[in-house]
């Protein structure tokens, strides 16, 4: 009995939190698609629609997911951890999360362009794209799906970092940004061609040709582990501090 007993999960799947903010998300989610499509008819009053909108709007749908998942670390973690949880169940129960609500952000995405070419045929403006991703077509879901995947996969995991660093080091935990941006960048880099400082040094020293799947898959899971592996660095030891 000890010894099953000993063996037993303890961690659990963290539902509750995956409810709110999916529900919460995806309320976010239908009112950028609303805004998107009314951004289209106004272009389309005064002139004529050029390409995609959801292809430049969901472009904060990676920001929302860093956002959500640094309020996971700062805020939700530390209350979990007070009310008695392992620091071990809990890194387990946020990598889930973590995973998980990038998952559910890359199919609202994914919807997302399904919605838009709908639309788009009824309304008979052009369905193009700008190519500079990983898809070029807005049928093609499972390319579609993995990018946006990837890239709010690393936003996930580079957000619990920089939440539980602002927590354990109020005054220093700002710094974690840079590092953040770095991998950040570098998933960007390899799937929409995200030309920052990051993505600067990657042609100028390695001449990759982007967006790269190649290149995207294996970058995006070793910046994910390593923002992973960076978080547990601190979430080991963190204090409860009483606000």
Not at 8 to 24: A, C, D, V
Not at 104 to 122: C, F, N, P, T
Not at 209 to 235: D, K, N
Request: charged letters at 10%; glycine letters at 10%; one cysteine or more.
């Amino acid at each position: 009995m000890t010894i099953a007993g000993a063996r037993q999960r303890t961690w659990r799947f963290p539902r509750l939190w995956l409810r709110g903010h999916i529900l919460f998300g995806s309320l976010m989610w239908a009112g950028l698609m609303v805004l998107t499509l009314v951004i289209a008819l106004a272009i389309d009053r005064f002139g004529s629609v050029p390409d995609s909108i959801w292809e430049q709007s969901s472009q904060v749908v990676p920001w929302y997911v860093g956002g959500v998942c640094w309020y996971i670390a700062y805020q939700t973690v530390p209350t979990t951890l007070a009310h008695g949880r392992t620091r071990r169940d809990t890194a387990i129960e946020v990598t889930i999360f973590l995973v998980t609500f990038a998952g559910v952000a890359a199919v609202l995405v994914a919807a997302g362009y399904l919605i838009e070419y709908a639309v788009y045929g009824l309304a008979g403006w052009p369905r193009a794209l700008s190519g500079n991703q990983l898809f070029d077509s807005y049928l093609d879901i499972p390319l579609i799906l993995l990018q946006s995947w990837l890239v709010a996969v690393v936003w996930a995991g580079a957000g619990a970092f920089v939440g539980t660093a602002t927590y354990r080091y109020p005054d220093v935990g700002w710094l974690s940004l840079f590092p953040a941006s770095v991998l950040i960048g570098l998933v960007g880099t390899f799937t929409n061609g995200f030309w920052g400082p990051v993505g600067y040094l990657i042609d100028r020293f390695l001449s990759v040709e982007t967006p790269s799947l190649v290149f995207a898959i294996p970058t995006a899971i070793a910046c994910f582990l390593i923002s992973l592996a960076a978080t547990w660095r601190i979430l080991r030891d963190l204090p409860i501090r009483t606000r």
